[in-house]
Each structure stands twice: as structure tokens, then as C-alpha cells.
């Protein structure tokens, strides 16, 4: 089974304009994202697609490998499909342009589920971890999933799902780590098809797949992923990064 890293990367950004090229202890956030994604070894080929002149000339001077993207595209997904399309590979992972401190164990906990799913019922995997805090449940800006018996997504949303009218029934709430691996297939089936009023109103692609009967399945993990939203999340990062050296 191939699989190859694809690191969609924007220059803009909402909340904070640029932050890919900021700099995270001598080196970019981007340059740093490839090289971890890199060190992992779990991929026989690693790449940035950008829209972004500036991040493909930042990867590509340092021996990296770049992919112009040829459109303009609403989503992650429709940036790699496009990427992606005439790449020999099997599963693609999208890994997050703004996530340095990668973690190998959970992507290799998504690759390893297309590896044991002989009935290729899986179309596509990502990340889940439980949360408590009811700050942390309440924060639109933490995408929440609930997932059937078997740990398939049935919804996600940035409203606190389930809604907690028996405070005493046990639920464990879940925050959505944005790092997905799609069978190749199941990437370029998104990329044709519309955005419908789910996605719309929440505007969270995943729901495209959901709606259009895709099958998502998420693996829990412990380890939260550090992204970098905020000029306070770049300083948090820098903070991190000294510690650890």
C-alpha cells in the first residue's frame, strides 16, 4: 500500500495572515511542518501544495517538493485532489500546513486502519481525542464529532454535540483533529462533487463526504495536536520548541 504526506499550504489566512512563513526558532512553520511530516518515515513521498509563490520557493529552496496548485479552490481537499491527481499513490494524508510538532503514532494509527480494512469499507480516517473542559466543549471553534459503534463518524459540528439534556448518561465528547488520510479515489469523488447546505452552514468539508455516503472513520488518540491560529498560538509554539531543546 502506497501513501504519500500532502501539506495543503495558504499564504492567507483569516486569523492570522501569513503565519506559515513566520519564523518558529530559525526556520519557518511550513519548512518545519514538511521536515517533521518527513521524519516520521511512514511516507514514500512527502509534499506542499501551495497557492503561494512565497511557501513554494520557501520549501523548494531547501530541497523540499512544492506543487503550484493551477486553480483557486474552497477547501483542503480540493487544493490535494488537484495535487494528487496524477500521483501513483494508494492513501493520501492531509497534513496541517500549521501543525510543526507532528506525532508519528497517530498517523500511523490512520495508515494501519487502511491496512486491516480488507472490505475497504473505510473511504476515509482521521483523528479524535476527548475533551472535558466545558470551555473546551462549548468553543465553536473545536469541532465536535459523534461516531456510531463501529468508531465511523456520523456528524461533526461546532456546536456541543450531543446536546447534554441527561447530564448523567456518560457521554464523552470528542474534538476533531483536522488531519485525514483518504483512499485516492474517495479524495478525487470530493472534488466533483457540490457543496451542499451542511458544509455551507457549518463550513466544515468533512460534512460533504457524510453527506454524499462516504465513510469516515476516526481513531481516538491522547495526543492533542498544537496548530497555530494565533500570533498567541506562534508564541506558544516558540515556547514549546525551547523547551524541548
Do not use: C, W
Request: charged share 25%.
Amino acid at each position: 500500500m502506497k501513501s504519500i504526506a500532502v501539506i495543503p499550504a495558504r499564504y492567507a489566512s483569516t486569523r492570522f495572515p501569513a503565519k506559515l512563513m513566520q519564523d518558529l526558532g530559525g526556520k519557518t512553520v511550513i519548512l518545519r511542518t514538511y521536515e517533521a511530516a518527513i521524519s516520521t518515515n511512514l511516507f514514500d513521498d512527502v509534499f506542499v501544495v501551495t497557492d503561494s509563490s512565497l511557501i513554494y520557493d520557501e520549501i523548494v529552496s531547501n530541497g523540499g517538493k512544492a506543487i503550484r496548485s493551477k486553480k483557486e479552490h474552497e477547501s483542503g481537499s480540493d487544493r490535494i485532489a488537484e495535487a494528487v491527481l496524477d500521483i501513483d499513490t494508494d492513501i493520501v494524508v492531509n497534513v496541517q500546513g500549521d501543525e510543526p510538532f507532528i506525532d508519528a503514532i497517530p498517523l500511523q494509527k490512520l495508515l494501519e486502519a487502511f491496512r486491516q480494512d480488507e472490505a475497504r469499507t473505510i473511504d476515509l480516517a482521521s483523528l479524535m481525542y476527548q475533551i472535558t473542559d466545558k470551555s473546551e466543549i462549548d468553543n465553536p471553534n473545536n469541532v465536535k464529532v459523534v461516531v456510531d459503534q463501529s468508531g465511523f463518524a456520523l456528524y461533526f459540528s461546532r456546536s456541543v454535540i450531543p446536546y447534554p439534556r441527561d447530564e448523567n448518561a456518560g457521554v464523552r465528547y470528542f474534538k476533531h483533529i483536522g488531519i485525514y488520510a483518504f483512499r485516492k479515489q474517495a479524495l478525487l469523488d470530493f472534488a466533483s462533487l457540490p457543496m451542499k447546505s451542511l458544509e455551507a452552514s457549518e463550513k466544515l468539508e468533512q460534512l460533504r463526504y457524510l453527506e454524499f455516503g462516504k465513510r469516515i472513520k476516526m481513531i481516538e488518540t491522547t495526543h492533542a495536536s498544537i496548530g497555530i491560529d494565533t500570533p498567541e498560538d506562534l508564541e506558544r509554539a516558540r515556547q514549546l520548541l525551547s523547551a524541548g531543546n
